[in-house]
């Protein structure tokens, strides 16, 4: 019971607003993913709180930036093996390298977020959002002419 009233209540709030954080820049990407059939508005938020708590314990825990990277590191990686398994292939084509990029760029906004670095957050989700939504026109452009 007294290490509940040790807590610092401080320092929770904190990791709750970079959680938030994380989780809400990521919303707008799971939204898109989700109209696809794919990881989505569960999925997203999931991986950009995931990596942002991964590394708020690595800072906090960890006593040398050295170490920090190699969570950093670890987390990347395992980005990576994730977004992986979202990429189907079906005889002569590929699906879900869109969806593994995105999974892989919101473990990214997690990270920024864990680090205090809010305007590289706001600008990966941003770009990450528009290259899924405006990009979408010009794919179904360039692919109309494989038809004929």
């Given at each position: 019971?007294?290490e509940?009233?040790?807590i ?41 709180v ?99």
């Amino acid at each position: 019971m007294t290490e509940l009233l040790e807590i610092n209540w401080t320092s929770v709030l904190s990791n709750l607003i970079h959680l938030v954080i994380a989780y809400a820049l990521v919303l707008p990407v799971g939204w898109n993913r989700e109209r696809d059939g794919t990881a989505g508005l569960r999925t997203f938020p999931m991986v950009a709180v995931a990596t942002c708590g991964y590394m708020l314990i690595g800072i906090e825990v960890l006593s040398t930036t050295e170490a920090e990277a190699r969570a950093m590191v670890g987390v990347i990686t395992g980005m990576g093996f994730i977004g992986g398994g979202a990429i189907l292939k079906k005889s002569d084509s590929v699906s879900g390298t869109a969806t593994a990029a995105s999974l892989w760029t919101c473990g990214a906004i997690g990270l920024a977020v864990a680090w205090n670095r809010f305007e590289i957050a706001v600008l990966l989700a941003a770009l990450n959002f528009l290259t899924l939504r405006l990009m979408q026109p010009a794919k179904e452009i360039a692919h109309d002419g494989e038809d004929e």
